[in-house]
Every structure is written in C-alpha cells, then in structure tokens.
C-alpha cells in the first residue's frame, strides 16, 4: 500500500489514539491487525509493552496487581503520545482507573475499542492458542476486574462473536460518524 493511500485513509479517519481492550482471549490482536489494515495505521500488540516480571508472573498463573501493571499502563500511554498520527495499541485496559491513566499519560483523546464477549466463547478461543504466556486458569480474574467501558467517553464496543469483517466495519462506521 502506497503512504498515500495510507495517509488517506488516516485522514478520513481522523488522527486517532486507539485502544484495543478487553479480557485476554478476546481478540484484541485480530481486532488491532484489522484495523491497521483497514485504517492504514500501526498499530502495536501491548503485551510486548510488559516487564520481563509481568510475563513470568502470567506465565506462573499469577494474576497480576495494581502495582504491577501502573509501569505498563503509563508505558502505552507514553507510546500514545510519542506517535505523531493514528496509532493502535491493544491492551486489556480491564478497569476505569487504567483507562483514566492512559488518557492522561497519552495528552490527547484515546478512544477505546471494547471487544466483549461471553467467558465461554473467550475461554473456547483462549484453548485453541497454542504458544500464549496468559493461561485460561487466569480469565476468572480478568473478567472479576473487569469495568465495561459503557459510560467511558469515546468507546465502541464490539460483540466478538460477530464475523471479524463485521467488527472493523463497524469500528470504521463510528470512527466515520465522530468527525462529522
């Protein structure tokens, strides 16, 4: 794809700082790749933002803390406001308070992308994903943390047992609808 088709596409959409968030297992990394393909903008998988600390403990079974994610919350957010056009960063940014940091560390707006769905159609595809370091013994304390971005400015939610075509058209359809 040309950079201005790229730059075209951006521009249509407006500059954007976008979250890919939900419980793990929830398509965040399909979702973000569709979206940089359809929006023509990078988009980074946040799990590679984490410590070294962070991965060992999910990769134990050790749901993580407040204090152990703060780092890697503000860490996504600095690469938000490092990125001077549309960018795309998923990460389960589970609670408000997440949410709050990383628009505040970020300096501009960040709309965030909810993929939800039920804890049995997550934990059905969290089984078929060879080679993750999150196991599905940790979704229980995903979905317990969990604030629904429902009264959040500048969030769309996604129901994930829709097709993936059907999701990004219609994070695409919003995204549309908020520059007119």
Same mark, same amino acid.
């Given at each position: ?25 929830? /398509?965040?990394?399909?979702? /973000? ?148």
């Amino acid at each position: 794809m040309s950079t201005a088709a790229s730059r075209s596409r951006c521009e249509m959409t407006g500059n954007r700082k976008v979250i890919v968030m939900g419980v793990a297992g929830s /398509g965040k990394s399909s979702v /973000g790749a569709a979206l940089r393909t359809a929006m023509g903008a990078p988009d980074i998988d946040g799990d590679d933002l984490h410590s070294t600390d962070n991965i060992a403990k999910m990769s134990a079974g050790i749901a993580l803390t407040d204090d152990d994610r703060w780092p890697w919350l503000t860490r996504i957010g600095e690469t938000l406001a490092q990125h001077p056009g549309t960018i795309l960063i998923g990460c389960s940014a589970l609670k408000r308070v997440y949410r709050d940091l990383i628009r505040k560390t970020a300096g501009s707006p960040v709309t965030f992308i909810h993929c939800a769905g039920s804890q049995a159609l997550i934990a059905e595809r969290m089984a078929k994903r060879p080679g993750h370091f999150m196991p599905t013994s940790l979704l229980d304390s995903q979905f317990a943390a969990l604030e629904p971005p429902n009264a959040d400015k500048a969030a769309i939610t996604l129901d994930i047992a829709m097709p993936l075509v059907d999701l990004v058209a219609k994070a695409m359809k919003q995204f549309l609808e908020d520059r007119t």
